[in-house]
């Protein structure tokens, strides 16, 4: 059920920007994105994966290998338990998050996209406002405000701009007991965890740090040629995830638009 505008309008979504301690350049220049918008939000600190956390036990680095290839970085384990004690917290409020990483771009409309957001977050459940692929769509709905809500085929990737209700964070939450791939992937494996793979169309947000200088966590040239061990596994894990996507899929056979 479609929640009532006016009751949307009434509830808070609150905007939190996931922000290192350290990295005081990048939350100034959120509060210069920020501001022009007059819309509240908060900072939370984010996890320093170089100091460890108690989150991190969660890790498994030989089922990494076998499912990804790679051993996740220090800095993509604090990404990890970033965003998923925001989901905690969300579960925790019975309230919906809009969740900000500190490296992108905003549009200018973005007030209607929170608005937008703020009425629909609790039907869908995961509704993304960035995405660094672009990927085949269905057309959910089309607003008022000239924007669609779509639904993706495979996951865009990404975790810059998105929001979340508590009843799709409890399931996040659910499936992530072992970790084993980055936190964005684990948002895109919809067929797991049950949270469809939504977003918005035209991404009024975009992620910016495509560099090592920019990216906290890059690990484009520095992150080792994929394992070789496991790799027949790995291939019947892959497998399984294209059936399980494909099932998933089943009732948007010959309705996928290109992204």
Request: with cysteine; hydrophobic share 40%.
């Amino acid at each position: 059920m479609t929640p009532d505008p006016t009751m949307a309008e009434q509830r808070s979504l609150e905007i939190v920007v996931v922000n290192l301690a350290r990295s005081t350049e990048r939350r100034a220049k959120m509060i210069e994105t920020l501001q022009p918008f007059s819309l509240p939000y908060t900072f939370f600190d984010a996890v320093e994966g170089r100091d460890g956390h108690p989150l991190f036990d969660r890790f498994d680095p030989k089922l990494a290998e076998i499912r990804r290839g790679f051993i996740l970085n220090a800095g993509e384990l604090g990404c990890f338990a970033s965003h998923y004690l925001l989901w905690e917290r969300c579960v925790r409020e019975k309230r919906p998050l809009l969740i900000f990483e500190d490296d992108v771009s905003v549009s200018d409309t973005f007030p209607q996209a929170y608005q937008l957001v703020a009425e629909k977050i609790e039907r869908y459940g995961l509704l993304r406002l960035s995405g660094h692929k672009k990927r085949s769509f269905h057309v959910c709905e089309t607003t008022q405000e000239g924007m669609d809500i779509i639904r993706f085929k495979i996951g865009p990737h990404g975790t810059s701009c998105y929001a979340v209700a508590p009843w799709a964070a409890a399931k996040l939450i659910a499936k992530a007991d072992v970790w084993f791939e980055p936190v964005d992937v684990h948002l895109d494996r919809f067929w797991t965890h049950g949270v469809g793979s939504f977003g918005l169309r035209p991404m009024p947000v975009t992620h910016v740090a495509e560099t090592e200088e920019q990216s906290e966590i890059w690990q484009g040239k520095k992150r080792d040629r994929k394992s070789r061990r496991f790799r027949k596994l790995r291939a019947l894990y892959r497998a399984s995830d294209d059936i399980g996507r494909f099932i998933f899929n089943l009732p948007y056979i010959g309705r996928w638009v290109e992204g």
